[in-house]
Each structure stands twice: as structure tokens, then as C-alpha cells.
């Protein structure tokens, strides 16, 4: 295979890591809102948790991007 | 590394359409370019003032400014501009008594830098101001990396000194079954040493996309001109308010997780 060409695939392949991504922050939320509708009084103190587990999620797809561009500019 | 290859790709596509920024040739990573203003050779390194150190003034004078300012008529009763600096404060010190124990306040002072100079970096950065351009000085990895390297040498030397050789029970958690545990060890290690890359990596990935989908955006709006330009600005406005929630979110992060590595160091003895 053309070098050019397996590059530009394998970094289309790393932007996959936002699935994981997607998945993950759906996850959090939808979680929560079950939590929160559950017990609302109790969900104000979830907040920064639920901050905190979106802003970590949501990392773990652009080390994905991190990647991708390494691919892209570095080979 | 990242930021040699951003800088060389800017400047190759800069130099392919004609030399002079914008216009047609446009490029998103042309915004992470640093310039030079003043050259400085130190000891063979080159330690110029760039626009990086620029921004880097303006953020630590802006927060130094404020905190000083808001505190100089303190009262009993905060006006406005003394309780928003309070409220950062308060912030920041239950952030380190939830994650780290009250063990952990000796230490608050440090992590209050680290969360507000993050914190004034990402922010400022959003901001476009005329002749100097727009530059998030956290966009950068090597930054981000001295930063996280900082606390992780920082963090490591104090659970050293404060436990010595227990320190290293760290690694070697308690109540698990014997035939896993030198899986779990190796595992722990290799979590331990890969978290300031993690932490560097986190900050300056969302940083660094975030403001690469702005320009893009903001290349539609300009492409599209008078008469279609008005959808992805709407997408502009909307997108901008997600960047400020990330960029107060990524600090926020950066010093939870900062507190936590310092949490783990206090407590090793006890795991």
C-alpha cells in the first residue's frame, strides 16, 4: 500500500477513539439524570462529579485526535 | 515535539500562500505559531520572549492585578469585586479539603496558582485583541508538560520525604489476592509514570482542538460571506460558550487531579 495512503487511513482510524468517547459521556449523564430524577435533593452535590467525569471522558477521545494528528504531521 | 510539527506545517502553508496571513490561503493552525519578539540566545538555548511569553505576562499580571485589587478596601462586609475574589478562594480551598484532606492545605497555595494560571490562560486565549491576535498559551504541550511535570516531581518528592521508603507502598496495594498482585504492581507503576503525560495531554488536546473547530468554524463564516454567513455564526456563538465551560472546566481538572496526586502521596503509608 501506498505509505501516503496507510497514513491518512490509520488516522482516520484513530478519530474511532470518539465512539468510545461518545459512549462514555452519554453514559455520565444519562446516568445522572436517572440519579438526579431519583433524588433530586442530592443531585447539586453530584455536580462537580458529573463535570469532572464529563471533562475526563471527553479527554480520552481527543488523545484519539492527539494521535491522529501525530499520524498526520510527524510521519 | 507537537509544537515544532504546528509551527513547521503553519509556516510551509503561510509560505505556500504567498507569505501573508489569511486571505486565501487559510490555515487553522496558523493561530498556535509562535513569533519571536525578542531574541534571546542563553547558553547556547534559545530563551527568546515570544508571544507565548507574552500571554503567559498578561495572564500572571491580570490575575495578580485582580487578587491585589479586590482585596485593597477588604471589609467584614465583601463588596462586589472582593467576594468574587472570596469566592475563587473558597473554591479552590474546598476543592483541596475534599480531595486531599485537611493534611492537604498546607499545599493550597500552590494549587490556587496552578487552578488560576490555567485558569487565565485558557480564558484570556478566547479573547482576539487587535495587533496580537488570539493565542492560548495552553494550546501548547510543552507547557502543559512543564506544568503537570512540576506537580508529579513536586507531588512524588513530598510523599518521599513525608513516608520515605513507604512511600513505595503506593504501588503494592493491600487485600489483593497474592497471585495478581505483581500484575497489579506493574499496572500501578505504569499508571503512576504515565500521569503527567496523561495530565499535559488532557489540557493541551481539548485546548488545541477546541480552538483548531473555531477557526474552521469562523473560516465558514467568512467564506459564506454576508448573505450565509449568519448560520455558522450562530454555530460561533454557541460553540464559543462550550469553549469557555471547557476552558474553565480543563483548569478545574487540572487541579482536581493535581489534588488527587497529592491526596495519594500524603496517604501512601495507609493504602
Redo the contacts between chains.
Sequence with gaps: MDPAAAKLIGAGLACSALIGAGVGIGSIFGNFLSGALRNPSAAPGQF?NL??G???A??TG??G??IA??LL??F | MIDGLFISAAHAAAAESGGHHGGGGFNPMHQFVIDRYVPIKLFGYDASFTNSSLWMVMATGLVTAFLILSMKNAGNVPNRVQSLSEITYEFVANMVRQNAGNGGMPYFPVIFTIFMFVLSMNLIGMIPIPGLGAFTVTSHIIVTFALAAFVWIGVTAIGIAKHGVRFFKLFVPSGVPLLLLPLITIIEIISYFTRPISLSVRLFANMMAGHTMLAVFGSFVVGLGILGGWVPLTFMILLMGLEILIAFLQAYVFAVLSCIYLSDALHAGSH
Design positions: 462537580p463535570l469532572l464529563f471533562a475526563l471527553e479527554a481527543l488523545f485526535l492527539v494528528l501525530i504531521f510527524v
